[in-house]
């Protein structure tokens, strides 16, 4: 992820290779620490936030 530009789980998924689930758990964790941001604009939708 490069700082400050949201990324969308899918995508970060297709990047990596890596299942969806396994993509937003790991990223879940991150924000559960505070490395990234987590933003809920749907229902369905998270996007991801890296701080500088």
Known sequence: MKPLEPSMTSEIAEERGWPHRTVYEVLNG??????????????????????E
């Open 30 to 51: 991150f924000a559960e620490e505070g490395e990234i941001r987590k933003k809920k604009p749907e229902a369905h939708r998270v996007v991801w936030i890296r701080p």
